[in-house]
């Protein structure tokens, strides 16, 4: 099968759509897991379009320690229909990304999860460019 590099200006409006697509998909998971866990508030906050930073904060029911150390897990669910892949998804993303997540008690109740993404340089770009292949 042949394969051929993708031209530098489709490679890089794939990338930029890639940015801007997989943090929505990290705030759409945050976000369904807070309604879930019961919260009435839910606060999101983003810098830089979500390229750098996303938060998702809610009041919601809280975190149990047995259930923190686990939810990273694939197919660690506490819902009756989970199928404990949207946390395992999230972090693949902010892996994938080299970010970091991290998860912390919101005060006076709830969960706190902060997601730090590192600016995207041109060479990761080009890094893109080098997997992105058409036959
Ligand atoms: N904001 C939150 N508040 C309380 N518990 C949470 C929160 N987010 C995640 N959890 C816990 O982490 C578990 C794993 O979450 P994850 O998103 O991976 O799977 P899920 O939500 O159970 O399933 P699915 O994503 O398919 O709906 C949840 O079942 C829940 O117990
Ligand atoms: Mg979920």
Do not use: W
């Not at 990290?26 to 750098?52: C, F, H, P, W, Y």
């Not at 149990?64 to 897990?73: C, D």
């Not at 706190?112 to 770009?125: G, K, N, Y």
């Amino acid at each position: 099968m042949p394969i051929r590099l993708l031209s530098t200006e489709v490679a890089s409006q794939i990338a930029a759509g890639e940015v801007v697509e997989r943090p929505a998909s990290v705030v759409k998971e945050l976000l369904e897991n807070a309604l879930d866990a019961g919260a009435k508030n839910v606060t999101i906050s983003i810098a830089d379009a979500g390229r750098t930073l996303v938060e998702v904060a809610d009041d919601g029911c809280g975190l149990a320690p047995e259930v923190r150390a686990r939810i990273f897990e694939p197919y660690f669910s506490t819902k009756k229909d989970g199928t404990g892949l949207g946390l395992a998804i999230v972090s693949a993303i902010v892996a994938d990304h080299r970010g970091y997540i991290r998860v912390r008690p919101n005060e006076p109740k709830g969960t706190r999860f902060i997601v730090e993404l590192p600016v995207r340089e041109q060479a990761d770009f080009q890094e893109i460019k080098k997997k992105a292949v058409l036959s």
